[in-house]
């Protein structure tokens, strides 16, 4: 975690293209900054959203995921289940807008500090660098580094199955220390499109890749996932 900010960008950055992953697959169209920015919807329990998940790669449907706001007081806890009803890990949030517990990845991380969601400035030129700790859901003394540049790239109206959102583009470039020894340059790699109209983002897709220590070549892919909107209220 000892990287440059300027070293962490361009690492960060060209790995994913390196290894032939895509950029981005949505597309969205480009439309002027509002002025005034949006106003984001503050949260309320029983707010839902459903999103479609595929895997990139193959195609292949995993299935659908509601998330409702549960609660809300010094944090904000959104359940989240699958189609069949069956429990999910949820997603803890303190102030709105900020995360605290993400079970958006191959498993259950929390963040001390807890990192924002989405750009605190809903402005095309925004962009920050963050410095956290997380840790791995059961192991909470176990601490490891995560270096995240966050950026956004304009306002785009996206459209997806629950319709058409005028949204804010971003993306996040992660670099972190995973928990296997053996993996190195851990590099993850999100495009989000968030919605302030509805509190979320409408479209998010997500890939990875890391090296084994002492491989040579080119790094290992993770999964390319992505998320549609299906519907909300």
Known sequence: MNLSRRTFITSAALAPVACGVPLSYERGIPVAQPNPAPAIRAPQVGQEWTYVKRNVFDGKNLGLITERVASIGSTIVVDRSNESGEKLPNEIQGPWGTV????????????????????????SSWSKQLITKYSLAGYPDNAYGWQEYMSAHGWEQMTVPAGS?????YQNLI?????????????????????????????????????IQGQLGMPNLEDSLQWQLTSYK
């Open 100 to 123: 605290i517990r993400d079970p958006h990845w191959s498993r259950v991380i929390s963040f001390n500090p807890a990192i924002p969601l989405w750009p605190q400035e809903l402005a």
């Open 165 to 169: 959102f005028l949204t804010l583009r």
């Open 175 to 211: 670099n972190y220390v995973s928990d296997d020894d053996n993996k190195v340059n851990c590099i993850r790699k999100e495009t989000v499109w968030f919605a302030p109209s509805i509190g979320r983002w409408v479209a998010r897709e997500s890939s990875g890749s890391y090296m």
